[in-house]
Nanobody, 124 residues
Framework: QVQLVESGGGLVQAGASLRLSCAASGRTFSNYAMGWFRQASGKEREFVAAISRSGGVTDYADSVKGRFTISRDNAKNTVYLQMSSLKPEDTAVYYC?????????????????WGQGTQVTVSS
C-alpha cells in the first residue's frame, strides 16, 4: 500500500502561484511514477501532469503546459506541482496518484493509489 497526502491548496487570485505537495508513505516511492489530476465541480477528472520514477521524464496537459511544473524528491518521498499564472479555470480539487506502470500516465485507471485531494480556488 502507498498512502498519499496532498497539501498546499488554497484560495488565490488570478495570476498568482501555488505549490502543491504530495507526501507518500508505505512502499518504495521511487518505484512509482507520479501524476497529478484535477476535478472541477460538475466535470470529469482530468490529467494535469506526470513524472517518471527518476524524475527524468515529465508530461503535461496542454492546458497547463508552460504554467505548471511537476517535480519529485525521492529522498523526501514527495512530489510537487508548482502552479504559476493561475486562471479561474484551474479551480478544482487536485489529486496526486501513484502508478507502478511505466506508460499511459494520462489515464487515471493506470494509477494504483490516490490521495484525498486538495482544493485550489482561483478568483478572477
Amino acid at each position: 500500500q502507498v498512502q498519499l497526502v496532498e497539501s498546499g491548496g488554497g484560495l488565490v487570485q488570478a495570476g498568482a502561484s501555488l505549490r502543491l505537495s504530495c507526501a507518500a508513505s508505505g512502499r518504495t516511492f521511487s518505484n512509482y511514477a507520479m501524476g497529478w489530476f484535477r476535478q472541477a465541480s460538475g466535470k470529469e477528472r482530468e490529467f494535469v501532469a506526470a513524472i517518471s520514477r527518476s524524475g527524468g521524464v515529465t508530461d503535461y496537459a496542454d492546458s497547463v503546459k508552460g504554467r505548471f511544473t511537476i517535480s519529485r524528491d525521492n529522498a523526501k518521498n514527495t512530489v510537487y506541482l508548482q502552479m504559476s499564472s493561475l486562471k479561474p479555470e484551474d479551480t478544482a480539487v487536485y489529486y496526486c496518484a501513484a502508478s507502478i506502470r511505466t506508460a499511459a500516465w494520462r489515464r487515471g485507471d493506470m494509477y494504483d493509489y490516490w490521495g484525498q485531494g486538495t482544493q485550489v480556488t482561483v478568483s478572477s
